[in-house]
């Protein structure tokens, strides 16, 4: 499932394609995704300029110069790549229509791209740009964790009293928008605070630390997202995943990283989700 750096990566990759680009052409092959898409959507996108590509949460937002916002989740399974050369005189050409393309936006600069999600727990919608936070599946979102509204005093202030444990805090969309369960252990491993840990009964010092840990954990992965988009072009145009070395996920059992540490990699299942954690180096 992609996190908040894999989205953002994402995002950047569309960048040269899409933002100033107008939509020549957008092609729905299907009535829904996860939820039925907007009444009219190829229609309303084609001939639209997109004036910029944001990103919110895990979320991509193409504002489109009909006053409307095109929304775009990855869902599980999502994902976007871009064919022809948007830079260049003549479009390259495009690989054929595979199984499970479901959007195609064919751009008025030669580039195309294409949103293919076998399982189908992505989304697509349209809202007005000048409203969009209020879009049900953004209204409820607490700050960015690199922006300027995510600091030191708003999270002691969030999580003092809460009686879940930190993991499950971190995790809570309504806290940090965007981040998920790997950069959340990650993060939990760098600050030496075991997920397990009441976020209440943190210190001050503790949470204020987590702040700029939990900004340096995913600009690293957006560092190396963006190095991956450097060689996209000679794969396959599939933006977004990239290798990614951590420290705690996915290396149960293994040698703790941590100089001197002779501890092991521990995974518990907290919530229905994997914990990764060194028992000796987190408290
Ligand atoms: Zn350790």
């Known amino acids: 499932m992609p996190e908040l750096p894999e989205v953002e990566t994402v995002r950047r990759g569309l960048q040269p394609a899409m933002e100033g680009a107008v939509i020549a052409q957008a092609r729905v092959n299907r009535p829904d995704l996860r939820w039925p898409f ?53 479009a390259h050409n495009h690989p054929a229509a595979a199984k499970h393309d479901h959007v195609v936006f064919d751009m008025d600069n030669g580039a195309r ?10 989304a697509m919608d349209l809202l007005p740009s000048d409203n969009s936070d209020s879009h049900p599946l953004l209204a409820k979102l607490g ?50 605070i075991a997920p397990t840990r009441k976020a209440g009964a943190l210190s001050k010092k503790h949470i204020q630390n987590l702040v700029p840990i939990i900004r340096d954990v995913l600009e690293a992965a957006i560092a190396a997202g963006g190095s991956s988009l450097k060689d996209f072009r000679q794969a396959d145009g599939e933006l977004g ?43």
């Open 38 to 90: 907007p009444d009219r959507m190829a229609e309303r996108l084609t001939g639209a300029k997109v004036t910029q590509l944001r990103r919110r949460s895990k979320y991509i937002l193409a504002d489109l110069d009909t006053g409307e916002s095109l929304l775009i989740h990855l869902g599980m399974s999502g994902r976007m790549t871009v064919s022809g050369d948007p830079l260049g005189q003549f």
């Open 113 to 122: 791209v294409t949103f293919n999600d076998p399982r189908r727990f992505g």
């Open 143 to 192: 700050p960015e964790p690199l922006g300027n509204d995510f600091h030191e005093a708003y999270l002691v202030e969030r999580l003092s009293a809460r009686n879940t444990p930190i993991k499950s805090a971190l995790l809570d969309q309504r806290i940090i928008a965007g981040l998920g369960n790997i950069y959340v252990c990650e993060a939990l491993f760098r600050a030496g």
């Open 241 to 283: 995943y990239f290798q990614h070395s951590f420290d705690v996920y996915g290396r149960e059992g293994e040698p703790c990283k941590t100089p001197d540490c002779k501890g092991k990699i521990d995974r518990i299942t907290q919530s229905g989700r994997s914990s990764f954690f060194c028992a000796q180096c987190q408290r």
